[in-house]
């Protein structure tokens, strides 16, 4: 045999200071994410949340669609509201289409 097999030498064994040394950058990395990307979209999805919530009959919507109109009816029990985009034109939309409320009503006051 012409070639003979080169062994590498064994490396003395990492200590545990090591160890944590290298999970470092990965957990410094998950951090950035976090407060980067992940924080911010879960605001946003709880903001969104709220403002669905409190959708009510007479707010001017805007849908994902980009159609704008004035909720008629909020189906208590669903998660559909009735909005109408014209003179006499109602669609039913999920709530969960909403993109914008435009402009909020007030709620009625209980004195005359």
């Known amino acids: 045999m012409f070639i003979t097999p080169a062994y590498a030498q064994a490396a003395g064994g990492a200590g545990p200071a090591m160890a944590l040394g290298q999970f470092v950058p990965l957990i410094l ?3 950035i994410m976090y407060f980067l990307l992940i924080r911010p979209q879960q ?13 009510r009959r007479g707010d001017s919507v805007v ?14 029990e669903g998660n559909e509201i009735e909005v ?3 003179d006499g034109v109602k669609v039913r939309v999920i709530k969960g289409t909403l993109s914008q409320v435009l402009s909020k009503t007030e709620p009625a ?3 005359n």
């Open 43 to 55: 605001k946003k999805l709880k903001d969104h949340k709220a403002m669905i919530e409190q959708v």
């Open 84 to 86: 109408e985009i014209a």
């Open 109 to 111: 006051s209980g004195s």
């Open 63 to 76: 849908t994902s669609g980009g159609i704008i109109g004035k909720v008629t009816k909020v189906k208590d």
């Open 29 to 31: 990395i998950f951090g």
